[in-house]
């Protein structure tokens, strides 16, 4: 989709939606479209019509049917987005299910909604995450998928750790039409520049945020820069946000899912591997989860080598240790720059304020050990 300066906005995102004049980039005629909007700020019971209403707009065989045949509930809800599994009984008996998914509340800020929509097309035709039947106001409608969302306990089961690498793999692979320039630097610096101009009304949140050095924060983000420009990670289109709420496995199939693809861009091959492994830690920030070097090179063989993962060599182990865990530095820079600008857009009830600070104290924390891996392993003088 190309580099861009400044923050998202509404108009921008919605321009992805609008698309029955055929002047859209996101020019699919086979997605359905609804200008219907659900307040998520509504309680559940009030929410429940709103989201009948809005499945009748865009399924038009539904449009007739009795709200009685409509059942709504609740399949998670993270500090983003809102899902919910809309159960229908159609005309002839028989159960249809799809998933409505729900935008947060000013999430525009910070996700390029038509980038997103674009990348879901591919992503979904190579197979990953759930069909896109609809966009709305405020949200898409896609698929159910017959499956169970992951906790970050799950995550680290070898078993489902190398199927993870696999599928990781694979969904580099997939190739997305438009710019193929890596978007981490691009996007930690928009978010920086929004990050650091922010006002509070709240006073106590405006005093912790005051703590803040941003002349430090914008030294620390220059040098890591300049630090991963020297190990030309592969740029791939990543999915830079692979955390539990985010794969899906059906344990009967012992099939995996990768899903929510918001986040995705082009982007280096290190930090998508190396957030995911910060993502072991969970929403807490328990960073005493996050793999060791045995489990990280279970992961890095079945990644480099899906058939024949025992055969991948010590050499090409140590370079992927370092790539990753130096990029990993950068996840820690990323969702801490986010996090500011959620505590101050967001309504969800989440200590975003904490967050930051939970992500930059352990940039802070890890950095001496994986500079020098980093430097030590770039200068040939040393083994990670």
């Not at 055929?22 to 479209?33: A, C, P, Q, V, Y």
């Not at 038009?60 to 709504?72: G, P, T």
């Not at 957030?275 to 060791?292: K, Q, T």
């Not at 820079?333 to 500011?340: G, Q, S």
Request: net charge negative.
């Amino acid at each position: 989709m190309g580099t861009t300066n400044n923050i998202w906005t509404a108009m921008e995102a919605n321009h992805a939606k609008q698309s029955h004049n055929g002047n859209s980039t996101f020019d699919d005629h086979s997605i359905l479209h609804s200008n219907l909007s659900v307040d998520t700020a509504l309680s559940f019971p009030l929410m429940v019509p709103r989201v009948i209403a809005l499945c009748k707009d865009l399924f038009r065989k539904w449009a007739k049917l009795n709200d009685s045949c409509f059942s709504v509930d609740t399949v998670s809800g993270g500090i983003t987005n809102l899902l919910l599994k809309v159960s229908v009984k159609e005309e002839n008996g028989e159960y249809v299910s799809v998933t409505v998914r729900l935008y947060g509340p000013n999430t525009e800020y910070v996700i390029n909604r038509e980038r997103e929509l674009q990348a879901i097309k591919y992503l979904s035709a190579a197979g990953f995450g759930a069909k896109l039947l609809g966009v709305f106001g405020n949200g898409m409608v896609q698929s159910f998928i017959n499956a169970r969302t992951l906790t970050p306990a799950d995550m680290r089961k070898p078993k489902l750790v190398s199927e993870i690498a696999k599928q990781l793999r694979r969904f580099h692979q997939v190739e997305i039409p438009g710019s193929k320039e890596p978007q981490l630097w691009v996007d930690i610096f928009k978010f920086f520049e929004k990050a650091s101009t922010l006002q509070f009304e709240d006073t106590d949140k405006q005093r912790t945020y005051e703590t803040i050095s941003f002349k430090e924060v914008h030294k620390e983000v220059t040098e890591l820069k300049e630090l991963t420009t020297l190990l030309n990670s592969p740029v791939v289109f990543a999915h830079n946000d692979l955390l539990s709420g985010n794969l899906m496995h059906n344990d009967e199939q012992e099939k995996l899912y990768l899903i929510d693809f918001e986040y995705g861009s082009y982007n280096y091959r290190g930090f998508d591997i190396g957030n995911h492994f910060n993502e072991y830690a969970g929403y807490d920030c328990d960073y005493s989860l996050y793999p060791s070097k045995d489990e990280q090179y279970h992961f890095f063989r079945h990644y480099l080598e899906p058939e024949k993962p025992y055969e991948v060599s010590e050499k090409d182990l140590e370079a992927l240790y370092v790539e990753t865990n130096t990029f990993m530095l950068a996840s820690h820079l990323y969702w801490a720059l986010w996090a500011l600008i959620q505590a101050r857009m967001s309504p969800i009830d989440f200590d975003y304020l904490g967050y930051f600070f939970l992500r930059y104290n352990e940039y802070k924390k890890q950095k001496r050990m994986c500079f020098s891996l980093a430097k030590s392993h770039i200068s040939g003088s040393g083994k990670a």
